[in-house]
């Protein structure tokens, strides 16, 4: 049974950094892309960076592009989420999500989920 573990949220100040974690366990861990999205209130749910499993291919959202980094540990089925010059837009829950085989975008394309955790940037 895969199961996927977030942590790291918090209330930060803009301009401010958080690292966003994702343990995993009950799958092979370098056989997963790994995703991260994020739902603000009153919003849809929306892509902002994925690794593939070899942590060799990135792709991010336009939004979060040169603010945040995805990285992972293949040795610890961890991933993570550094995010640097925080914005308030940036306000949201963020889910990891994994998906066996290549990267993705599209959350339909990822068939398991963390439970969340809350990033709030003041202002």
């Known amino acids: 049974q895969v199961q996927l573990v977030d942590s790291g949220g918090g209330l930060v100040q803009a301009g401010g950094s958080l690292r966003l974690s994702c343990a995993t366990s009950?799958?092979?861990?370098?056989?997963?892309?790994m995703g991260w999205f994020r739902q603000a209130p009153g919003k849809e749910r929306e892509f902002v960076a994925a690794?593939?499993?070899?942590?060799?291919?990135?792709d991010y959202a336009g939004s979060v592009k040169d603010r945040f980094t995805i990285f992972r540990d293949n040795t610890k089925n961890t991933v993570y989420l550094q995010m640097n010059k925080l914005k308030p837009e940036d306000t949201a829950i963020y889910y990891c999500?994994?998906?066996?085989?290549?990267?993705?975008?599209?959350?339909?394309?990822?068939?398991?989920w963390g439970q969340g955790t809350q990033v709030t940037v003041s202002s």
């Open positions: 009950g799958l092979t861990f370098s056989n997963y892309a």
């Open positions: 690794i593939s499993g070899n942590g060799r291919s990135t």
């Open positions: 999500a994994a998906r066996r085989g290549i990267v993705r975008t599209t959350q339909s394309d990822f068939g398991s």
